[in-house]
């Protein structure tokens, strides 16, 4: 049954990180934590990612612009060095619905106002959206979508968009498994687990690129931003 469990929560992880760029981690945490600790969880789904991600990088790879990268990501996991051992600590579901409550308030003025197409942040603006993913990064394993409001707003195409974000995930990946593994978090038993659910993000990721040639900038963004606030959601309800 833990088997069937990893490779569905891989699949639709990868289905949708494959469609809208992040929201693996997100989804397999409706999954995994059924059989791992929480913190677990959230080490394996990001490994679990890792073979999806490194496809999307390598489909993109003419898209990448480093220098806009490399900065955010320093702000993001300097918060997220410091967050991955505060789980035990702080008030975890407090800071969920904290957390839903922004991103539902964010989609519904992406997805209502016209001005927000091409939106493009202050720097505060886009500081605060680091470090509060690199926060949560580091207590859920979730730090997806602010960053990919962030890099949306950034890009001129969506396979720039990709290309950043993606590349941006790939570095965050092995930064924070190192961490997860120097606190003994991520361990080697739970290496069958990571390496079964890799086959399925797999697998949902190359469906989801067939699917992603049918649809245009404009439609993808509405579903950027629709999914946003259903993770927000999800935050706010469990």
């Known amino acids: 049954m833990a088997w069937l469990i990893v490779i569905i ?14 929201g693996a981690v997100i989804i397999m945490m409706i999954f995994l934590p059924t059989i791992l600790p929480i913190d677990q969880s959230a080490g394996v789904a990001g490994l679990m990612m890792l073979g ?20 955010p990501f320093l702000v993001y996991a300097s918060v997220a060095t410091w967050s991955v051992h505060l789980g035990h600590v702080l008030d975890v579901h407090l800071l969920r619905m904290l957390l839903g409550g922004l991103l539902v308030g964010l989609s519904l003025y992406f997805t209502l106002s016209k001005r927000s ?31 990919a409001l962030y890099f949306l707003s950034k890009a001129h195409s969506m ?3 990709l290309a950043d974000l993606q590349t941006f995930f790939l570095i965050d990946t092995f930064y924070i498994t ?3 593994v120097a606190s ?9 687990f990571i390496l079964i659910g890799m086959v399925g993000a797999i697998t949902g990721t190359m469906i989801a690129a067939h699917l992603l040639n049918r649809l245009d900038v404009t439609t993808m963004k509405r579903i950027i931003y629709v ?3 259903v993770s927000g959601l999800y935050y706010l309800l469990f």
Do not use: K
């Open 178 to 180: 190192s961490l997860r």
């Open 159 to 161: 396979s720039q968009y």
């Open 117 to 147: 197409a091409n939106a493009s942040y202050p720097w505060f603006v886009a500081g605060i959206f680091m470090i509060v993913s690199g926060f949560f990064n580091g207590l859920f394993g979730i730090g997806g979508p602010l960053m």
């Open 9 to 22: 929560a891989g699949f639709c992880g990868g289905l949708v990180q494959g469609l809208t760029g992040f």
């Open 184 to 192: 003994g978090i991520v361990t080697v038993h739970l290496v069958p």
């Open 227 to 229: 999914f946003i606030g």
């Open 52 to 71: 999806s991600v490194i496809t999307l990088v390598y489909r993109n790879r003419h898209e990448i612009r480093l220098p806009r990268i490399i900065i």
